[in-house]
Nanobody, 120 residues
């Protein structure tokens, strides 16, 4: 059974920083594109950032210059460094991964989500 588990969410003041982590476990051969998404109350889930196996990154315009996605392939872990956070960054953050399993199948996985609240 494969699992994606996020951690690092919480309450942070505007202008502050937070680092999210997402660790994957299970019968994983490799993880291709990994991403962070978020969903605010009453809104649809939206892309925050993605990173390929080779390290190519992509960001939503709303977080460019403030957030940084990175990954440690040896640990099957992806990170999201959030700097200069704003109240509009408040949301549940989900990690995602496109996974090739040891048996050759390719599947998409999602974590359970971690709450980030930006408030003074």
């Amino acid at each position: 059974q494969e699992h994606f588990v996020e951690s690092g969410g919480g309450l942070v003041q505007p202008g502050g920083s937070l680092r999210l982590s997402c660790s994957a476990s299970g019968s994983i051969f490799t993880i291709y594109i990994r991403g962070w998404y978020r969903q605010a109350p009453g809104k649809q889930r939206e892309l925050v950032a993605t990173i390929t196996t080779g390290g190519t990154t992509n960001y939503a315009d709303s977080v460019k210059g403030r957030f940084t996605i990175s990954r440690d392939n040896a640990k099957n872990t992806v990170y999201l460094q959030m700097n200069s956070v704003k109240p509009e960054d408040t949301a549940v953050y989900y990690c995602n991964g496109n996974v090739r399993l040891l048996d050759g199948r390719i599947r998409d996985y999602w974590g359970q989500g971690t709450q980030v609240t930006v408030s003074s």
